[in-house]
């Protein structure tokens, strides 16, 4: 196939048809029912209705979905087309009433959507789960409109199985910069701290979030995906409602950004995607995983303000580092 030469600098994750045919193999294909064990970290190329009944039951502690949204879009030739409201929540609800068996009790789901059907995502969410929040982040792709203002965010529902449920607020809590520092009375910091870098405060995350970068073309982690979640962005929702060791369970896994963050956060997971094109990108994404669990924008433990490692440098000239899988050479740059 030939493509468009890219820029210098585009970073953009592409497979050739060498790599996919050595990574299809590893795809899973259930056609009976399977224990936990069979599942887990691995990615299943299968219709999301066919692969369903064969999962276990109660082995998933945090649920994250990311179906397509109520629009005319094309998934590497595959098309969703946009539908009246009430078609669009009975296809939510013909996957989501039967994904229920597979949490365990007190799970947490997130749900990403954008506000022409967020709506009905709350509305048949509500039906099975306890409504907890809705998070809205700020996307800055997207072209302007002439007759409308732009749409630059989009929506995350937070819901439940319980009222009791996990919740790591220290896990996310947000480092921002401190423009005018209180003190005591003797002079030291009161509630910030500071650095080499400058004065900074650690403070508790928000349902708006202004601090996500969403993946173009210079940023390690990008594909040609249409929909592609930022890292960052889904690593706040693992590190809020999951611990280490637990299941993370994505079936719209698209080019595998769910099963790499929780790879790179030490959490089991199980992705499920009907392409496989966007299953063996979801496969080399882990590999990559593998040598290098850096997520952009987020630190030692911090998220910082932007997705971007140049807040978190200490001085000197950005850090570099070659990683080399299916003899090819990547390089990942700091910025």
Not at 24 to 35: A, D, F, K, N, S
Not at 160 to 166: G, L, Q
Not at 285 to 298: K, M, T
Request: charged share 30%; aromatic share 10%.
């Amino acid at each position: 196939m030939n493509r468009k030469p890219r820029a210098p600098r585009n970073r953009t994750i592409t497979l050739d048809r060498a790599e996919r045919t050595a990574l299809t193999p590893r795809l899973l294909r259930l056609e009976g029912p399977v224990p936990p064990e069979h599942v887990l970290s691995r990615t299943i190329c299968q219709d999301l209705f066919e692969a369903i009944p064969q999962l276990p039951d109660r082995f998933v502690d945090l649920l994250i979905l990311d179906p397509p949204y109520n629009l005319d879009k094309s998934f590497n030739g595959q098309s969703f087309e946009q539908c009246p409201p009430e078609n669009y929540a009975a296809w939510i609800e013909s996957w989501l009433a039967p994904l229920r068996r597979l949490l365990k009790p007190k799970a947490s789901i997130y749900f990403c959507c954008d506000w022409r059907c967020s709506a009905v995502v709350q509305q048949v969410g509500a039906r099975y789960f306890v409504t907890q929040n809705r998070i809205t982040w700020e996307r800055e792709k997207g072209r302007g409109a002439q007759k409308n203002w732009k749409n630059c965010s989009e929506d995350i529902w937070f819901f439940t199985t319980d009222r009791d449920y996990k919740f790591n607020v220290d896990a996310v809590k947000l480092k921002r910069r401190v423009v005018a520092p209180y003190t005591n009375d003797d002079g030291a910091p009161k509630d910030w701290m500071r650095t080499e870098q400058g004065s900074f405060r650690l403070t508790h995350p928000s349902n708006l979030w202004t601090d996500i970068s969403v993946p173009f073309w210079s940023m390690p982690e990008n594909t040609d995906h249409p929909t592609q979640k930022p890292e960052k962005l889904i690593a706040k929702l693992i590190l809020a409602s999951s611990d280490a060791g637990d299941v993370i369970l994505d079936p719209f896994l698209g080019s595998g950004t769910t099963s790499v963050v929780a790879k790179k956060l030490g959490r089991r997971f199980v992705g499920i995607e009907i392409d496989e094109f966007y299953c063996c990108l979801a496969e080399f994404r882990l590999d990559l995983a593998d040598r290098d669990c850096s997520i952009q924008g987020f630190h030692e433990g911090v998220f910082w303000e932007r997705n971007t490692l140049s807040e978190q440098r200490k001085g000197g000239p950005p850090h570099k580092r070659r990683q080399s899988i299916n003899q090819r050479t990547l390089l990942f740059d700091a910025e």
